[in-house]
Structures are given as C-alpha cells and as structure tokens.
C-alpha cells in the first residue's frame, strides 16, 4: 500500500464546475499538506500549502485537511479549461522530504 | 525572488552515452536540493538530495549519480545511459517545508 493515495483520473468537466481533488494518506505524522498543479510537459507548481487541519482559500481555490480521516481535498470553483492539468498532492512532517501522490489528470471542457 | 534553472529542457541519448543535467538557483543561499525522476504517466521519484556543498544522500541505488559543486549548483550525472533512464528530470529547491520544482529536462534514450 502506497502512503499516499490519489486517483489518477482522468476527471474530465465542463468549464464552470466545481472540481474536488482528493489524496489519502496512512502516515498520521504528516503535518504539511501541499497541492501541486503540473501542466504538460512542464515542471510542478506550487499552488498552496496547509499545516494540519482544517481549510485554506486563495482565490478559486480552497485546500482541506481532514487528519482524522488522513483524507485531503482540493477544491477549485468556476473551473476554466487553463485549470486543465494534472494536480498532485504532497505531504511531509516537518521534514524537507516530500511524499507524493501520483496525481489526479484534470480536463475542463469549454 | 527565487529562481530555478534547469538544462538542458530536451535531451536525445543513445544507451550507453555518459549524461550530466544541470540545475541552478537563484535568490537563495544555502537551499535543499532535490533530483527527481517522473516516467511518462507516473509519479515523482526522489532520486538524490543535498542539505550543503559535496553533501549528497541517494535514494535509488542505480547507474546515477548526483554533485553540488557549489552552493546553488546541482548535477545529475551517468557514465553509461541505459534505456531505463528515459524520463523526465526535475530538480527542486526547498523553502520552509515546500518545495519548488524547475522546468525539467526531458530525456529520450534510444
């Protein structure tokens, strides 16, 4: 069993959709929880990152932290077709070393 | 601002050539270190880190080798490339507890 589940997709919705992005995890040390957005062909980009519960918002996104359930979520409203990428969630406990999931590929159809 | 550079962005080796990648920072002194590996479709494989000049840790026993000749210069080298290394290479640099990834280099062996 991996550390770190993800649905590799592909998530495919239209354009104006509220997305939710999901990753599990079994290691109850994690305390930072990071969501990454890569488009094809191009390096990870740090959209944002939370320390341990609860939720974080900057602009059409919003992060949740569920450590009881070990359950994270990413949320992104008025999905455009430029959120069209694969997103992948990362965590760690205070450490430099990341854990990854193997991310989730996102499609936004016009 | 911090900055990461990354190259070459493409690569065509024949099995059997040496290989070395190159990764600088910008903006930062004394950074973390990362080299990762991404196969088509999969996940991200951390593959060596540095904490400071000449200090390398390898996660991946293979034909790869990494060194950080300077602070903000990280190398990923091979004597012999074999067709297992095919893949997209990206190196990161870390702040607090995140990471930030460069543009990759993708390479083809054939």
């Known amino acids: 069993q991996k550390e770190v589940e993800q649905d590799p997709g592909p998530l495919s919705v239209p354009e104006g959709a509220i997305v939710s992005l999901n990753c599990t995890y079994s290691n109850s040390a994690f305390q930072y929880f990071m969501w990454y957005r890569q488009y094809s062909r191009k390096g990870p980009e740090l959209l944002m990152y939370t320390y341990s519960s609860g939720n974080k918002e900057d602009g059409r996104f919003t992060a949740q932290v569920d450590k009881s359930s070990k359950y994270i979520s990413l949320f992104i409203r008025d999905s455009q077709p430029s959120d069209s990428a694969t997103y992948l969630c990362?965590?760690?406990?205070?450490?430099?070393?990341?854990?990854f999931g193997g991310g989730t590929r996102l499609m936004v159809k016009p | 601002s911090q900055t990461i550079h990354q190259w070459p962005a493409t690569l065509v080796q024949p099995v059997g050539s040496p290989l070395s990648l190159e990764c600088t920072v910008e903006g930062t002194s004394n950074p973390n270190l990362y080299w990762y590996r991404q196969a088509a479709g999969r996940g991200l494989q951390l593959l060596f880190y540095s904490v400071g000049i000449g200090q390398i840790s390898s996660e991946v026993p293979q034909n790869l080798s990494a060194s950080r000749p300077q602070d903000r210069q990280f190398i990923l080298s091979s004597k012999k490339l074999l067709l297992s290394d095919s893949g997209f290479y990206l190196c990161?640099?870390?702040?607090?507890?995140?990471?930030?990834f460069g543009p990759g280099t993708r390479l083809t062996v054939t």
């Open positions: 990362a965590m760690n406990n205070a450490g430099n070393m990341l854990t």
């Open positions: 990161a640099w870390s702040g607090s507890v995140e990471q930030y």
